[in-house]
């Protein structure tokens, strides 16, 4: 790219020759490594819920078999809330098994008369609440408003079957003692099949009576309390209510509202657990007969800089009463560091006693490494439409080995940031076969890279 000049002080006008010179990489590569592109993310960590190699845990068994195993036991047993702890340093893995996870469990249990829910969060906050807000946010407004109205529309039909008091109290509430030109038939029509089927539906024709919303929302709160949680805090209840009954220019406000349950102290009543609850009571009446929580970098709990000693106490302590409380259809796995699973050992027993489960993730042997970068080299061919018979080249076993011996930690993402490295300093200096000596060249730069990435993720994490 040309110097920028005075009328181009951020060099936009080299684009395009940024574009050609991605095209010369391209073409170099295909001529010289088969490759249609490097394949390796620059970043070490793997694109967003990827496919990836079986690999090993510290006992040299294969990973996915296990994590298969403890799935499919969670789902068929139901009767008794799991606990599983991924154990690993940083780079080992984790968050690319989690979301591995999630991807696999929402293919192929997420559908059908009984299936399970997968949620993943990506890092814990402040206090245990937060959690739930994770779990809503990462539903969305829409969906946990088609889920809430899946959840009351059948309350709601059998109380319009039986032309119950309620309804007739209702009735005489919405109009008041001025408005008694609504006849029976329109208003009991409101309430009919078709409209109960989705909520948009029903709020359409309750609004064609020029009615206000709001006057429903003291029996919807109550049809809440009876279909979903009769213990519920009523502040969880006129929450998801209120969100319901939002007009589509207001909901964003009330589901910020809903979010904030729980950030003051004037909602003592809204704990983790009971709101947790609510929400699996809803997704149960969805068809969700189990949910998957899948909370990543746990490590921030125990050991993060983040919370102070008592939020950490409160925290854990929450989250252990959540496995107590909540009996069926929960599954709790927590992806976390070696040292973070030794101080939450030592600092919460009971939660620990409670994640019986572990699997840890270990470096990499040679076996496993070849493995990897086959696996990524291949995805690539595949996606160039590029055939070959040796599946780790330009890498061979000679360069394997001197990765293997040379590296200090041989972790998936030092392994695939290495190994982008390579492929570049190649391109870069014209390298047409990599050697031991390309390994050792590369590993020098490499090794000060991540010297000055230990204190800044220190930094970050503080």
């Given at each position: 790219m040309e110097e920028p000049t005075r009328n181009d002080v951020f060099g936009l006008g080299g684009t395009a020759?940024?574009?050609?010179?991605?095209?010369?990489?391209?073409?170099?590569?295909?001529?010289?490594?088969?490759?249609?592109?490097?394949?390796?993310?620059?970043?070490?960590?793997?694109?967003?819920?990827?496919?990836?190699?079986?690999?090993?845990?510290?006992k040299g068994q294969e990973i996915d078999s296990q994590i298969g195993r403890f799935i499919m036991s969670a789902f068929k047993d139901r009767v008794s809330t799991k606990g599983l702890a991924v154990i690993g340093s940083y780079g080992t893995g984790k968050s690319h098994l989690l979301r591995l996870m999630h991807k696999e469990i929402t293919q192929w249990l997420g559908s059908g008369e009984e299936k399970a829910l997968s949620i993943y969060i990506q890092r814990p906050r402040i206090e245990a609440q937060d959690v739930n807000r994770e779990i809503l946010k990462s539903l969305g407004e829409d969906t946990f408003r088609k889920m809430l109205w899946f959840s009351l529309r059948d309350t709601i039909a059998a109380d319009a079957e039986a032309s119950s008091d309620r309804l007739r109290e209702l009735r005489q509430e919405l109009q008041g003692p001025l408005f008694t030109n609504i006849g029976d038939d329109e208003f009991t029509?409101?309430?009919?099949?078709?409209?109960?089927?989705?909520?948009?539906?029903?709020?359409?024709?309750?609004?064609?009576?020029?009615?206000?919303?709001?006057?429903?929302?003291?029996y919807l709160t109550e049809v809440f309390v009876r279909a979903v949680a009769p213990t519920s805090?009523?502040?969880?209840?006129q929450g998801c209510v209120t969100l319901l009954l939002s007009r589509d220019d207001k909901a964003r406000?009330?589901?910020?509202?809903?979010?904030?349950?729980g950030k003051t102290r004037r909602v003592p009543l809204l704990a983790a657990p009971d709101f947790l609850e609510d929400l699996l009571s809803v997704f149960k009446m969805n068809g969700y007969v189990y949910t998957f929580l899948l909370i990543d970098e746990f490590e921030e709990v125990p050991s993060g800089y983040l919370l102070t000693r008592r939020q950490k106490a409160d925290y854990m302590y929450t989250m252990m009463e959540v496995l107590n409380r909540i009996q069926k259809g929960l599954c709790l796995v927590l992806a976390i560091t070696p040292e973070a699973w030794q101080n939450l050992t030592e600092v919460a027993p009971p939660l620990q006693d409670r994640i019986?489960?572990?699997?840890?993730?270990?470096?990499?042997?040679?076996?496993?490494?070849?493995?990897?970068?086959?696996?990524?080299?291949?995805?690539?061919?595949?996606?160039?439409?590029?055939?070959?018979?040796?599946?780790?080249?330009?890498?061979?076993?000679?360069?394997?080995?001197?990765?293997?011996?040379?590296?200090p930690a041989r972790t998936p993402r030092n392994i695939l940031q290495f190994s982008y490295q390579v492929i570049s300093y190649c391109f870069s200096n014209s390298i047409t076969a990599i050697t031991p000596e390309t390994i050792k060249t590369v590993l020098k730069d490499f090794m000060a890279m991540k010297s000055v990435e230990a204190p800044k993720r220190r930094l970050d994490r503080s």
């Open positions: 020759s940024d574009i050609a010179a991605v095209e010369e990489e391209s073409q170099w590569l295909r001529q010289h490594f088969a490759l249609p592109f490097n394949p390796f993310p620059q970043s070490g960590i793997s694109p967003e819920a990827p496919d990836g190699p079986p690999l090993p845990d510290e029509d409101v309430f009919g099949p078709s409209n109960l089927e989705d909520y948009r539906t029903f709020l359409a024709a309750f609004d064609a009576l020029g009615l206000r919303r709001e006057a429903l929302l003291p805090p009523l502040e969880v209840a406000a009330s589901w910020e509202s809903l979010l904030a349950l019986p489960t572990t699997i840890r993730l270990a470096t990499l042997g040679k076996n496993s490494i070849i493995r990897l970068l086959q696996f990524y080299l291949g995805q690539a061919r595949k996606d160039g439409k590029i055939e070959i018979e040796d599946h780790l080249f330009p890498f061979s076993e000679a360069t394997v080995n001197q990765i293997h011996s040379s590296l």
